[in-house]
C-alpha cells in the first residue's frame, strides 16, 4: 500500500503524520515499524495519527501514538500533540486555534500561541506508585518524594515518579551531558517494579527558573526532547522545593517552558516544524 505522509519535529522529537480522518487506520505493528524505520523507511521517534473524534467524546479529535523502533501504541507524546495542531490547522482539519484532542488516557486541550509556538494543557501530574505503575512494596521515598532504586552491580539511584498519563522516572544529575543515560535508562527501564516500563530523565538545574534535560524513553532510547518527561522532570523538581513555578528547560534539540503552580494541570509551550511531506510504499 501508498501511505501519504508528512515529517514534523517538536524541539528535536522527531515524529511521522499519518491523516486517518477519511479512511480507517490500519497499519500493522511491522508496518510501523518499516514506516519508523531511518535507514529503510522514513524514520521518526514516533508516528502520529490525526483520527475522527468518537461521538459524545467531548473532543475535536483523536490522537493515537506509536513508536517508530518497535510498533508499540503509547499513551501520551507532548512534543507530538504540539506538532499534532499545528498539522491540524496547515491541512485544513480545523480553523480553531484552540483544539481538544482525546488521548489513549486522556484529553488534552492544544492552543496555537501568537508568536507560532503551541501551548498544551497537559493535563495533572499524579506521583502515587499505582498510577505509574510502580511497585513500592518495601520502599518508601525521601522528604523530596525521591525513591531509592536498586540497580545491576549494586549501583543505587534515588528517582522521582511522575505520571503524565505515561510513566516517568526522573533523576537529578549534575551535568546532563557526562550522565550516563545509555548506562542507567536502559537499567530503570529494565526493573520489574515498573511493569510497564518508564521513561528516564536524567534532570540538570541551571537556576530556580532554568534547566537542562535528557530522556531515554520507552521503546525509543534517547530522544532528542520529551515533552512528557519535561513536564515530569519540572514537577518533581517543583515538588522538591529546587524550582520555580515557570521554568525554561534546554533539552538537546530545543527549549521548553513549562508552567505548574503545584497543584492542576502542567502547561507546556514550545515549537512545533514540518520538515517535509511525501509518500512511502508499505
Known amino acids: 500500500m501508498r501511505l501519504d505522509f508528512t515529517k514534523m519535529h517538536g524541539a528535536g522529537n522527531d515524529f511521522v503524520v499519518i491523516d486517518a480522518t477519511r479512511r480507517p487506520f490500519d497499519l500493522t505493528p511491522a508496518q510501523l515499524r518499516a514506516l519508523g524505520d531511518r535507514r529503510f523507511g522514513v524514520g521518526c521517534d514516533q508516528i ?7 461521538p459524545g467524546d467531548g473532543a475535536d479529535f483523536r490522537y493515537r501514538i506509536f513508536n517508530g523502533a518497535d510498533g508499540s501504541e503509547v499513551e501520551q507524546c507532548g512534543n ?3 506538532c499534532f495542531l499545528r498539522y491540524a490547522l496547515d491541512k485544513g482539519l480545523t480553523k480553531q486555534s484552540r483544539v481538544r484532542v482525546r488521548t489513549v488516557n486522556a484529553l488534552l486541550e492544544l492552543v496555537q ?3 507560532g509556538r503551541v501551548r498544551v494543557d497537559m493535563g495533572s501530574p499524579r506521583m502515587d506508585p499505582v498510577s505509574l505503575p510502580f511497585d513500592a512494596q518495601g520502599l518508601q521515598p525521601d522528604a ?5 532504586l536498586s540497580l545491576a552491580d549494586g549501583v543505587a539511584v534515588q528517582a522521582a515518579l511522575v505520571s503524565m498519563g505515561n510513566p516517568h522516572a526522573v533523576l537529578l544529575v549534575d551535568d546532563v ?7 542507567l535508562g536502559p ?3 529494565a526493573l520489574s517494579r515498573f511493569p510497564q516500563g518508564v521513561n528516564v530523565g536524567f534532570l540538570q538545574i541551571q537556576a530556580r527558573d532554568r534547566a537542562r534535560i535528557r530522556v531515554y524513553e520507552r521503546g525509543a532510547g534517547e530522544t532528542l526532547a520529551c515533552g512528557t518527561g519535561t513536564c515530569a522532570a519540572v514537577v518533581a523538581g517543583i515538588r522538591a522545593g529546587l524550582l520555580d513555578a515557570a521554568v525554561e528547560v534546554q533539552a538537546r534539540g530545543g527549549q521548553l517552558r513549562i508552567e505548574w503552580d503545584g497543584q492542576g494541570s502542567v502547561f507546556m509551550t514550545g515549537p512545533a516544524s ?3 511531506e511525501g509518500s512511502i510504499e508499505l
Open 48 to 54: 502520529l495519527v490525526v483520527e475522527p473524534a468518537l
Open 80 to 82: 507530538g500533540s504540539r
Open 113 to 115: 500561541a501568537d508568536d
Open 144 to 148: 523530596r518524594g525521591f525513591w531509592p
Open 177 to 183: 551531558d557526562a550522565a550516563p543515560v545509555a548506562l
Open 187 to 189: 537499567q530503570v527501564q
Open 274 to 276: 514540518t520538515v517535509f
